[in-house]
T-cell receptor, first 112, second 115 residues
Framework: RKEVEQDPGPFNVPEGATVAFNCTYS??????FFWYRQDCRKEPKLLMS???SGNEDGRFTAQLNRASQYISLLIRDSKLSDSATYLC?????????????FGKGTHLIIQP | DAGVIQSPRHEVTEMGQEVTLRCKPI?????LFWYRQTMMRGLELLIY????????DSGMPEDRFSAKMPNASFSTLKIQPSEPRDSAVYFC?????????????FGSGTRLTVV
């Protein structure tokens, strides 16, 4: 059974701080990895893909550890607008669209 | 680009009634997905289509659920008869496989309440 596990939180973090959370996946054959962001009562939106070598997009850094089967997201200099639920997402195969498997999300609250 | 369009945004219906959810994918996207989201189970894939053909419906809960995609610009998810446990947010998403390390674009969702 495909599983993607996340700490549900909430993570309460002061504005300006750095916050990081991880996600573990059960299927070692997983090929593609993503972080999605979901605001309250809104649809999930793609935040960033996660590449094997790690990648950065502004204040956001994503890393992949295939040996330990986990993905991480680091947010630097957090803003109030970063408050949201962050969904870890895994796709099983290297080709074709077999459907993404979503974690249940980590709830992040940035406090002024 | 209008994005993925879902209707209705909200639906309240009585147990036993038929419910039809609608989705218009992004033009040019050849994959369409139906997801259901609840607090308990998170986002679950129900079914997906490629070029209007259903590829995997193993996530459809039971025979009360059915989905169709008569053309590239329209899909429906039908629940008949509906039950209170079907209450959830139903998302439609679309994707274009050739867009590299692709993600999906989601619609705004349909919030279904069955009473």
């Amino acid at each position: 059974r495909k599983e993607v596990e996340q700490d549900p939180g909430p993570f309460n973090v002061p504005e300006g701080a750095t916050v990081a959370f991880n996600c573990t996946y059960s299927n070692s054959a997983s090929q593609s990895f993503f972080w999605y962001r979901q605001d309250c009562r809104k649809e999930p939106k793609l935040l960033m893909s996660v590449y094997s070598s790690g990648n950065e997009d502004g204040r956001f850094t994503a890393q992949l550890n295939r040996a330990s089967q986990y993905i991480s997201l680091l947010i630097r200099d957090s803003k109030l607008s970063d408050s949201a639920t962050y969904l870890c997402v895994v796709r099983e195969s290297g080709g074709g669209a077999d459907g993404l498997t979503f974690g249940k999300g980590t709830h992040l609250i940035i406090q002024p | 680009d209008a994005g993925v369009i879902q209707s209705p945004r909200h639906e309240v219906t009585e147990m036993g009634q038929e419910v039809t959810l609608r989705c218009k994918p992004i033009s040019g996207h050849d994959y369409l997905f139906w997801y259901r989201q609840t607090m308990m189970r998170g986002l679950e894939l129900l079914i997906y289509f490629n070029n209007n053909v259903p590829i995997d419906d193993s996530g459809m809960p039971e025979d009360r659920f059915s989905a169709k995609m008569p053309n590239a610009s329209f899909s429906t998810l039908k629940i008949q008869p509906s039950e209170p446990r079907d209450s959830a947010v139903y998302f439609c998403a679309s994707s274009r496989l050739t867009s590299g390390n692709y993600g999906y674009t989601f619609g705004s969702g349909t919030r279904l309440t069955v009473v």
